[in-house]
């Protein structure tokens, strides 16, 4: 992957956005590589994604953030720029299912996902020994449910002092609370087996297979306070039919689930997911 700098810029909409952020990168000697942009009609909001080669700039990322600031300013942006020489640190919370783990272990190891993945933290034991074959270290924090606030804070602890950009719910299947969700806003994912809105809560696709559904799926998204309600990152589906029990269902989704996940982290890794309200425009 080259050395670049992403701009990922959020405003009200009005004429001359693309002008004045393409001149202005310009004027740094600037090369372009991708751009994608979105006007959204409804809320009147513009977004826009550069990716922009850090060689020819000229300058490192600080500098370029102090330059564009006045831009910014004057047309209201909510913006980041980073650094692609900085990988974001990861952090994956699994419990006793191992398919979204092995496949981002497997990802990450064949140089797939553009991040560091620092733990895994899990409430069970079972899969500390095929974390630790990977080199990396695992924390088990057991969740006594008389008493969660108390591995909640040791979770937050433990995220905060292994300085983690995102955090990652590869079948995590506890509920984080209400205050870590907050202070993690935007920066973890889930993955809920099923096609959200549709068959929330427990042994969705039992309950599928007793509606009679003839397309199964998986959500990636970010999580809230509210239940797997947080802006949906990206879905996917299989067709099935009535030939299929509940254990095929469940097999044929966890496929889903570990595909769709991995595709959700990659492209918040690659800054292409931006949240507005409980809603994301995605340039994939």
């Known amino acids: 992957m080259s050395h670049s700098y992403r701009l990922v810029v959020s405003c009200p909409d009005q004429v001359g956005i693309v002008a004045r952020v393409s001149g202005f990168i310009a004027q740094q000697g600037g090369s372009i590589t991708e751009a994608s ?99 990396i270290p695992y924390y088990h924090v057991p969740v006594d449910p008389a008493d969660k606030q108390a591995a909640f804070a040791t979770v937050q602890d433990t995220i905060e002092t292994l300085r983690a950009d995102c955090v990652v719910l590869a079948r995590y299947m506890q ?69 299929h029990t509940p254990t095929d269902l469940v097999r044929f989704g966890r496929d889903v689930e570990k595909a769709v996940l991995a595709r959700g982290l990659r492209w918040h890794l690659e800054d292409r997911v931006l949240i507005h309200g409980n809603k994301t425009v995605v340039f994939s």
């Open 37 to 135: 942009q979105h006007s959204d009609l409804e809320t009147g909001r513009f977004f826009m994604r550069y990716e922009i080669l850090a060689d020819s700039v000229g300058m490192t990322a600080e500098a370029l953030r102090t330059a564009f600031e006045p831009v910014a300013r004057e047309f209201d942006m909510q913006w980041a720029l980073t650094d692609t020489a900085r990988r974001a640190r990861v952090v994956l919370m699994v419990s006793r299912e191992s398919h979204c783990l092995v496949d981002l272990l497997y990802r990450w190891q064949a140089q797939e996902l553009p991040c560091d993945i620092v733990a895994v933290i899990s409430n069970h034991e079972n899969l500390r020994s095929l974390t630790q074959w990977y080199g």
């Open 175 to 243: 509920i984080l609370p209400p205050a870590l969700c907050e202070h993690y806003a935007g920066k973890v994912i889930n993955i809920h087996h099923s096609f959200l809105p549709s068959f929330a809560g427990a042994k969705p696709y039992h309950q599928a297979f007793e509606r009679g559904v003839k397309l199964i799926g998986a959500t990636c998204h970010y999580v809230t306070q509210e239940l797997d309600a947080g802006p949906i990152i990206e879905q996917d589906i299989h067709r099935v039919s009535h030939c």
